[in-house]
């Protein structure tokens, strides 16, 4: 079984300050690991994924997240936000053959002028 | 390419009533998922389809709940007798392949709001 757990439910931080938002998981299988972005009354975008490789991975909109296997987190970073940066953001964990995503409950980033 | 669409954006029923929700994957992709969003929730899981194929219905309620991927059209998830509960927002996914290494495209999801 896997789980996600977000350890903020929301982030409020200004324009242009750094922000990281937490993502730790559990799993019996080896892991790719997800973020998406939800904007309101919209669909999940996806930000970034790990799937093997270099553990620091590069994302859209100047996003980056690490992931850590000894700590079991892949946290979600990014050096200077920008109010449009303003969302949901989720946490997922699929895992080999494992199609089905098991998601965290998110974290809303609010991003004040 | 136009990505994932779902339709009706927006849906309100009438508890004991029917909802249809349908969703067109992405040009090319014959794997459809569906997950439901209950209000301050992540995604939950519950069905993958293929083209006229039902592969893990597991995330799926026992009763009222039921899908489809017909070999013509777009994928159906359909709820019957509708109860407040099932108020919630409804999204539909699809990838190229099978495995968690395919990126799964979400819709922007179905609304439904049962009153």
């Known amino acids: 079984a896997q789980s996600v757990t977000q350890l903020d439910s929301q982030v409020p931080v200004f324009e242009e300050a750094p922000v990281e938002l937490r993502c730790n998981y559990s799993?019996?299988?080896?892991?790719?690991l997800f973020w998406y972005v939800q904007y309101p009354n919209q669909g999940l975008q996806l930000l970034l994924k790990?799937?093997?490789?270099?553990?620091l991975v590069k994302g859209i909109n100047g996003f980056e997240a690490e992931f850590n296997k000894s700590q079991t987190s892949f946290h979600l970073r990014k050096p200077s936000v920008h109010i449009s940066d303003t969302a949901e953001y989720f946490c997922?964990?699929?895992?080999?053959?494992?199609?089905?995503?098991?998601f965290g409950k998110g974290t809303l980033l609010t991003v004040n002028p | 390419n136009a990505g994932v669409m779902q339709n009706p954006r927006h849906l309100v029923r009438r508890r004991g009533q029917e909802a249809r929700l349908r969703c067109s994957p992405m040009k090319g992709h014959s794997h459809v998922y569906w997950y439901r969003q209950l209000p301050e929730e992540g995604l939950k899981f519950m069905v993958y389809?293929?083209?006229?194929?039902?592969?893990?219905e597991s995330g799926m309620p026992k009763e009222r709940f039921s899908a489809e991927f017909p070999k013509e059209g777009p994928s159906i998830l359909r709820i019957q007798q509708v109860v407040r509960g099932d108020s919630a927002a409804y999204f539909c996914?699809?990838?190229?392949?099978?495995?968690?290494?395919?990126?799964?495209?979400f819709g922007p999801g179905t609304r439904l709001t049962v009153t």
């Open positions: 389809l293929q083209k006229e194929n039902i592969i893990d």
């Open positions: 799993s019996s299988v080896s892991v790719y």
């Open positions: 996914a699809s990838s190229l392949g099978q495995g968690g290494s395919y990126e799964q495209y």
């Open positions: 790990y799937l093997s490789g270099s553990t």
């Open positions: 997922a964990v699929g895992g080999g053959s494992n199609y089905k995503l098991t």
